[in-house]
């Protein structure tokens, strides 16, 4: 998976670019076009001729997925999924930066010329064009291979292609679907923006084909199985009002055997103090094989290999604690962050005391002096700092933050990026899915039942079915997914995005209007649609 081979795979699966890049190309003389055999450099027609080239192929997709933690321009800055988590009800931005800024001041700042939007745009449609080069490709009867890897790597390609559509449909709303591999006879600059209910049938048709014929378990840690397939289809149904098929598929996940959740101790750090609720976030921990059986979809990372990857959650969401008098950068503290996203002071409330996952184990609440050279004064070494979090602001090293990605590299202690496995997805949220499903068709006993499964896990006291609302399954989910989640999609699917982000965010509070639940469609992409008019979202 992190040979040089996928490396270059993963170059030419983007090589057809994303739809505003297609956009954007003028159209060819194909006549005039050479025809070449290339004997030492990777094509898609010699790539995709055996299941190897498949892989490798997939490979590209996979490395797609993990963009979504890294930055933009592959760097160490502008993770990707900013505009997900903060300018909600449980996610700030603590930092005056571009992009924290356009996504909780909103207004004159969130344009369809903003290069990160733009960006955002490019890497989901470049997905979908890898996914459907593969899709496609594999329709060749040349390929040797038996039916059921064709069947397998077509629904993996299928399954990603759907994963890019939900994060198109939820942040731009209508948006082209496109199911044909870009190339120089399939260039369009003719698209039109399918409804967004249209985009999520096409999500579960993809899906659906995902559940049949992905395996049930895989030895790849990376790679995804039926229960992923399961898991968005809940989600997909309870955005498109089905919550009885969003109950089954929740079900089927539930009931196969194959998961469950993290209650006791485990793995590498069992026997120091901690919880058994963040055992499942420690290097060493995460993926199925070393005792994780709550996982669904664990993202794959390695340090100084090629093709390994890496991810910025971290570094943004543990604070720069470095910032205050009497410390330094410490593994113990999460390594090197910037503190450019936290949590809202209305998200950190909402533990009870005895709540594993709002606990010092989960929650950074207070640091302890490491460095002499900048005590203040009257303070020595081993004294404590607790955080404060009386109102939210701008650039607060002292803001709690959360303990899930902590991690420091035994190279580069101080280095930005983190270069180990992470949960994507977790059957505690396949749970939750269960549970709104359950709650939509009046049934709060079975929902307070499920909720219950999962508070217990923390160490959370009981609710009765009269306890059982729309805001709070938004509440527990923000409780056992902070950070995790793409917090904003949850809002937008219920309906509470303004209302809830305007009620406990007051750093957006007054910019926030109705338009910003949809992000502008680039202009370039606008621009560059020549043969057909494509409207731009409202408001902008």
């Not at 004997?39 to 995709?48: E, G, H, P, R, W």
């Not at 300018?87 to 800024?101: K, L």
């Not at 549970?435 to 006291?461: C, H, K, M, P, Y």
């Amino acid at each position: 998976m992190t040979t040089s081979f996928a490396t270059r795979a993963r170059r030419l699966a983007l090589l057809g670019g994303s739809l505003a890049m297609a956009l954007s190309m003028a159209a060819c003389d194909t006549d005039k076009l050479l025809t070449e055999n290339p004997k030492d450099i990777i094509v898609a027609d010699n790539l995709y001729t055996n299941l190897e080239g498949f892989e490798a192929g997939l490979n590209a997709l996979y490395a797609q997925v993990r963009r979504e933690r890294w930055g933009q321009d592959e760097s160490n800055n502008e993770l990707l999924m900013i505009p997900m988590v903060i300018g909600t009800d449980n996610g700030f931005g603590n930092f005056v930066s571009p992009n924290e800024r356009t996504f909780q001041e909103f207004g004159v700042r969130m344009t369809p010329v903003d290069g990160f939007i733009t960006h955002i745009w490019n890497v989901m449609y470049q997905t979908v064009n890898a996914a459907n080069t593969i899709i496609a490709r594999a329709e060749n009867p040349a390929v040797k291979w038996s039916a059921a890897d064709k069947a397998r790597v077509t629904a993996e390609a299928r399954l990603i292609r759907a994963w890019a559509y939900r994060h198109l449909s939820y942040l731009y709303g209508d948006v082209p679907i496109n199911t044909q591999e870009s190339s120089g006879t399939s260039i369009r600059n003719d698209w039109e923006r399918a409804p967004r209910d249209s985009v999520r049938r096409f999500i579960v048709s993809d899906l659906l084909y995902a559940e049949q014929n992905l395996p049930l378990t895989t030895t790849n840690p990376g790679k995804v199985t039926k229960a992923v397939a399961q898991h968005y289809l809940a989600e997909m149904y309870l955005a498109l009002n089905q919550p009885a098929l969003a109950e089954q598929k929740a079900q089927a996940v539930i009931t196969s055997g194959n998961y469950r959740l993290i209650t006791a101790r485990y793995g590498v750090r069992r026997t120091e103090p901690g919880v058994p609720f963040m055992d499942q976030f420690v290097d060493g921990n995460v993926n199925r094989a070393q005792g994780n059986t709550e996982a669904l979809w664990v993202l794959q990372y390695a340090e100084l290999v090629n093709g390994g990857g890496g991810s910025i959650l971290r570094r943004y969401w543990v604070n720069r604690y470095e910032q205050n008098r009497g410390l330094q950068i410490a593994p113990e503290y999460g390594g090197r962050g910037i503190g450019r996203l936290s949590m809202t002071r209305y998200a950190i409330n909402l533990y009870e005391p005895q709540d594993q996952r709002g606990g010092t184990f989960a929650l950074r609440r207070f640091y302890t002096f490491n460095n002499a050279a900048t005590l203040p004064a009257g303070r020595r070494l081993g004294d404590t700092l607790l955080t404060a979090f009386a109102a939210e602001r701008l650039s607060d090293p002292l803001w709690p933050s959360t303990r899930k990605w902590d991690w420091a590299s035994p190279i580069d202690p101080q280095g930005g990026a983190t270069f180990v496995d992470q949960p994507y997805l977790r059957l505690a949220e396949t749970y939750l899915l269960l549970a709104e499903a359950q709650f939509r068709q009046g049934r709060t006993t079975d929902a307070a039942a499920t909720l219950n499964i999962v508070r217990a896990r923390a160490g959370a006291s009981a609710i009765t079915p009269a306890q059982v609302t729309l805001d709070f399954i938004l509440d527990e989910r923000s409780r056992e997914l902070i950070t995790e989640e793409q917090r904003r999609y949850t809002l937008l699917r219920t309906g509470t995005w303004f209302d809830r982000t305007t009620r406990f965010n007051p750093l957006a509070r007054a910019a926030v209007q109705p338009r910003d639940s949809l992000l502008p469609v680039p202009q370039s992409v606008i621009d560059a649609n020549l043969g057909r008019k494509m409207n731009q979202n409202p408001g902008y």
